[in-house]
């Protein structure tokens, strides 16, 4: 039986292993949706302000690290492009979270994972009364 059982254990730690590695795909998307998102918000401003200026204007525009001299008009084209670019990579990579995610959610309805502190079910999710409501909310919070 012990052989059962070691195939068994290293079975399990296969799928918990497994599992980790589906999670941390998810969390490097997330991130990187989030640094996409940053850049969006950059290249908008960036455009808005480059609107108002002179279109003949020195500017300069760091390109692989190297920072280059370049015009307004010459600079304003690419940005556009640019954010054009990140707006549809954005949605490419948002779609690819949720894929990641039903896949998560799959595999943990599969294997029948359950995840620490996580509420099962809706009774669980609403607290008795408001005292035990309050301190739940306030759990994650740093009260001075």
Same mark, same amino acid.
């Given at each position: 039986m012990s052989n059962e059982a070691a195939k068994a254990q290293i079975a399990q730690e296969k799928i918990v292993a497994q599992f980790q590695q589906l999670r941390n795909e998810q969390r490097n998307l997330a991130n990187s949706l989030n640094t996409l998102e940053m850049d969006l918000r950059e290249h908008k401003t960036v455009i808005e302000t480059l609107n @108002? &200026?002179?279109?003949?204007r020195k500017c300069f525009r760091l390109i $692989? $690290? &190297? #920072?280059?001299e370049r015009t307004v008009k010459d600079v304003l084209p690419q940005l556009v492009e640019n954010k054009e670019f990140i @707006?549809? /990579?954005? @949605? /490419? &990579? /948002? @779609?690819? #979270?949720?894929?990641? $995610? &039903?896949? #998560? %959610?799959?595999?943990?309805?599969?294997? %029948?994972i359950k995840i620490r502190g996580e509420q099962i079910g809706t009774d669980a999710a609403k607290p008795a009364d408001t005292e035990n409501a309050s301190k739940s909310e306030n759990r994650n919070v740093l009260v001075s």
């Open positions: @108002a &200026v002179d279109p003949d $692989g $690290g &190297v #920072l280059c @707006a549809k /990579t954005i @949605a /490419t &990579v /948002t @779609a690819d #979270l949720s894929k990641k $995610g &039903v896949e #998560l %959610n799959k595999f943990k309805e599969e294997h %029948n």
